[in-house]
């Protein structure tokens, strides 16, 4: 049957669900709560996500709270002014200046005004998305060499976006954000977190508003794939 796969994977669903999620800002129900089963059920399937040695030492803090939300806000608040100021380290106004420069025609670039107006919104409005969920990974590496830190960091972005993908497959949106990592000792104690577990990422959650998400504008694979060595086309 057409959308199906060997195994009977409905393969039309699944490729819908990846190719539409993505950090929403602007349509998410600041009004609307979310049950909490529904936050429990879409962790248990993130747990399946691979973890480096099967060590499995990630951890979810899920903050509903008004109060705790709102004292996230604050300090998200703060790092998304320093970061749309130019002050944190290594960015620039509306782009990151490691690694990726856009010129002026660039889609990319273009996009930013968009991109920057719904950041202002998250940033105005973070107390108000009613689940924050926080990820966390036990241990410090951030001096460690690149080899361990990409043992690290794949024991637990894994996670974090299997966590994105089932909850918009329930109906939840969230965005991806790490304003918070710039006081991260502040969130630590507020959470009461262990000071050798690293913060990872926090998923504002909520259920999405108006209709359904479409893909995202991409440069096709072709541009971006490379075959048996950098810049080689696929031959034949």
Known sequence: MPGQSHTNIDLASVDHVMKTTRTVRLRLDLERSVPNSLIEDAIEVALQAPTGGNSQT??????????????IAALYRQGAERYLAGEAEGVTRGRVS??????????RQQRMPKVIKSAIHLMENL?????HIMLFLENRFEHEDVFTQSCMWGSILPAAWSLMLALRARGIASAWTTFTLMYEKEIQEL???????????LLPAAWLKGDDLRPAKRFPAKDVTFWNGWEKPLVG
């Not at 990630?58 to 004292?71: G, H, K, P, Q, Y």
């Not at 107390?127 to 689940?131: E, L, S």
């Open 58 to 71: 990630w951890r979810f803090v899920v903050i509903t709270d008004e109060d705790l939300r709102a004292s």
């Open 98 to 107: 490691v690694g990726t420069q856009y010129s002026d025609d660039d889609p």
């Open 127 to 131: 107390h108000r998305v009613p689940v």
């Open 191 to 201: 959470l009461g977190v262990p000071p050798h577990y690293t913060q990872a990422v």
